[in-house]
């Protein structure tokens, strides 16, 4: 059975490969800026990055791939992953919920005994269909 790395999101990542280079987050704007010969991109926005209130688009994840000497692939994984499971803080919280410890991204969660199971029967007066009176 094949390997697969272990998922990880895009603010991680960012910050990891960062810091690792000893760039401060204005650094790593500024040098951004630099190599792609655009000034759009900031401080605040890597912070948004970091903080994973924001994914990079693909033409700023290729320059971070230059920037930070992390292969494009990898980021990508990374971004993807994080749009899949946008509210999650670290990997440890996602671990659970794909099961068996394996986080695969896209995987869907698996209902519990516990959770509550959606009663459509019930449910469908709730929720008004759009347009009705």
Request: charged letters at 30%; aromatic letters at 4%.
């Amino acid at each position: 059975m094949e390997d697969r790395p272990i998922p990880e999101l895009i603010s991680d990542l960012i910050k990891r490969a960062r810091m690792e280079r000893g760039l401060s987050q204005t650094g790593l704007a500024m040098t951004l800026a630099d190599v792609s010969g655009q000034d759009t991109v900031t401080r605040s926005e890597v912070s948004r990055w970091e903080r994973g209130k924001r994914i990079p688009t693909r033409h700023w994840l290729r320059w971070l791939a230059v920037v930070l000497g992390v292969p494009l692939e990898r980021l990508e994984c990374a971004a993807t992953f994080s749009r899949r499971f946008r509210t999650v803080k670290s990997v440890a919280d996602v671990l659970p919920m794909v099961g068996h410890g394996s986080a695969e991204p896209g995987a869907i969660p698996r209902q519990t005994a516990n959770d509550d199971a959606i009663n459509l029967e019930h449910d469908r007066g709730t929720f008004p269909t759009p347009g009705a009176k």
